[in-house]
């Protein structure tokens, strides 16, 4: 079966360049090394920076293989040191004519760089409501998505839109059903994330990968815990509430951790082979905000069967 090949004639864009992570000591190590690169892409960043209510930024879209203009706002602002709102690059650089964002254009490629998917692979993404499931759906042939939609109807079925109702701590898939399992910014929202980790390990195929990204404190060996649920049900908030956006509810949802490289542990110790973190930034290609991490996580070869009920 013919593997995704996006190097194709008259393509500009060359391999990102990614800084592979997996302890918070070698991570001090890379900022230590990264310092002056640091001031340089921030220097950078500002001179891009236009007006409040929208600018463009020329780059390249791995995604859409071309040049284009990326639009941005300050919607979702964030403050920098001396308080002045900068934008949130993340979250915008949106390219006119694929419609993902930095992070979303970012997570596609580094998932195919480094994992050289193959167009027939299975592959599960939790969300379903989003462009990136679109764009998956247009370019694999065996993609399967989800929402969460609680209670509303049974874990495993749809609701008359044609969304699949799964929660991460109790997937329906069987074992070994993916050769890939993608999930971005879903598990700082579970207040026990550990069996959804464990889900996700169990539906993996021998040898398949978890693709994930999470809210992440990179100078924190431990990770934050924002809220927590209580005996009775009740929802604590340690930290000040902080809500993230869901396509399913205008409210947004509870982010409940900010993770620390303590995750990666965690990682390895439920049972996944390898845990890493892979670190980018790249003027050309419109991946900016200082680095921006994806993280991967590696089923053993050798385990035909994870089985966690």
């Not at 399967?144 to 799964?166: A, F, T, V």
């Not at 990666?264 to 200082?290: C, D």
């Amino acid at each position: 079966m013919s593997k995704i090949n996006r190097s194709r004639p008259g393509q500009k864009a060359g391999t990102l360049a990614l800084d592979m992570i997996d302890s918070f000591d070698q991570y001090k190590k890379h900022e230590k090394a990264s310092s002056y690169e640091y001031i340089h892409r921030s220097q950078m960043e500002k001179q891009l920076e236009g007006p409040r209510n929208g600018f463009h930024t020329s780059g390249y879209c791995y995604v859409c293989n071309r040049k284009v203009n990326f639009y941005t706002n300050f919607t979702y602002a964030l403050a920098d040191a001396e308080g002045n709102q900068k934008p949130n690059w993340r979250e915008h650089l949106r390219c006119p004519s694929c419609g993902l964002n930095n992070r979303m254009r970012a997570a596609i490629q580094i998932f195919e760089q480094v994992c050289v998917p193959q167009i027939g692979d299975a592959i599960y993404i939790s969300e379903q409501k989003t462009p990136l499931f679109g764009w998956l759906v247009q370019n694999y042939q065996n993609v399967s998505g989800s929402e969460y939609l609680g209670g509303k109807i049974p874990y495993g079925h749809r609701d008359k839109d044609g969304i699949r109702n799964e929660t991460l701590t109790e997937l329906t898939f069987s074992d070994n059903s993916f050769n890939y399992i993608l999930s971005f910014d879903v598990f700082e929202h579970i207040p026990d994330y550990l069996p959804a980790f464990r889900e996700c390990l169990r539906c993996l195929k021998p040898g398949g990968v978890l693709v994930f990204s999470v809210p992440f404190q990179r100078n924190s060996d431990m990770t934050i815990v924002r809220a927590r649920v209580l005996p009775n049900g009740e929802v604590e908030n340690i930290l000040p509430p902080e809500y993230h956006g869901d396509p399913l509810n205008s409210e947004g949802v509870l982010c409940f951790y900010h993770f620390g490289w303590d995750l990666l542990y965690q990682l390895r110790t439920i049972g996944f082979t390898s845990a890493t973190s892979q670190l980018y930034w790249s003027r050309e290609l419109g991946y900016l905000g200082r680095e921006q991490i994806i993280f991967m996580a590696k089923k053993s070869k050798s385990d035909a069967l994870v089985s966690m009920r």
